[in-house]
């Protein structure tokens, strides 16, 4: 089976830098993904990681490391529009599918 | 233009109905799934389509049916309501069977059930 952990909750203010935590167990791994989800509104993907480093695009940078079955999501300079949900999912070898984390709550205040 | 549309946007109904819900994408894709979000917002994978086939059905009750009549749609048919089905229904969809890691999402379909 797979699991995964992050953080339920996070507070962070405008213009700052906030890390998002992803811990994962997973019987076969291709790679961790992260997904962005306004309230009321759809998924969105964000990034993929396959290889261990980081990956940026813009604002946000995803990391991971496979030897600690360890992921991050990075943002930079956050906006009050960045207030959502974060959830990190795993690409499971042979599942054909994705396993989502349960989520983290990022609130960004004045 | 939706790339990947779901209707109803809610649905309200009474315990025990029937009730479909219909997913279209037009992103040329050839997988498909339905996944089930509850009040604490876990996302959980309930089926998926390739190319009209089934390659996944998680254990859910056999109420739930999706049915895809061409690779662009993929509906859910929910027999015999319950209250703990009532949550968040949605649709997403992906390359093909290697492209899991970047699913589209529809909308959302919001079912309460009284």
């Known amino acids: 089976g797979q699991s995964l952990e992050q953080p339920s909750e996070v507070t962070a203010v405008e213009g700052a830098i906030v890390q998002i935590n992803c811990t994962y167990q997973?019987?076969?791994?291709?790679?961790l993904s992260w997904y962005q989800q306004h309230d009321g509104g759809a998924p969105t993907f964000l990034s993929y990681?396959?290889?261990?480093g980081l990956e940026e695009t813009g604002r946000f940078s995803s990391f991971l490391s496979r030897s600690d079955s360890y992921g991050y999501l990075l943002l930079q300079e956050l906006q009050m529009k960045d207030s959502a949900s974060y959830f990190c999912a795993v690409v499971g070898a042979g599942s054909y599918q994705l396993t989502f984390g349960k989520g983290t709550k990022l609130s960004v205040i004045p | 233009d939706t790339a990947v549309s779901q209707t109803p946007k809610y649905l309200v109904t009474q315990m025990g109905n029937d009730k479909s819900i219909k997913c279209e994408q037009n992103?040329?894709?050839?997988?498909m799934y339905w996944y089930k979000q509850d009040s604490k917002k876990f996302l959980k994978i309930m089926f998926s389509y390739n190319n009209k086939e089934l390659i996944i059905n998680e254990t859910v009750p056999n109420r739930f049916s999706p049915k895809s009549p061409d690779k662009a749609h993929l509906n859910l048919h929910i027999n015999s309501l319950e209250l703990g089905d009532s949550a968040v229904y949605f649709c997403?969809?992906?390359?093909?069977?290697?492209?899991?890691?970047?699913?589209?999402f529809g909308p959302g379909t919001r079912l309460l059930v009284l």
């Open positions: 990681n396959a290889l261990d």
């Open positions: 997403a969809s992906s390359q093909d069977t290697g492209g899991y890691e970047t699913q589209y």
């Open positions: 992103l040329g894709h050839d997988t």
């Open positions: 997973t019987s076969g791994f291709y790679g």
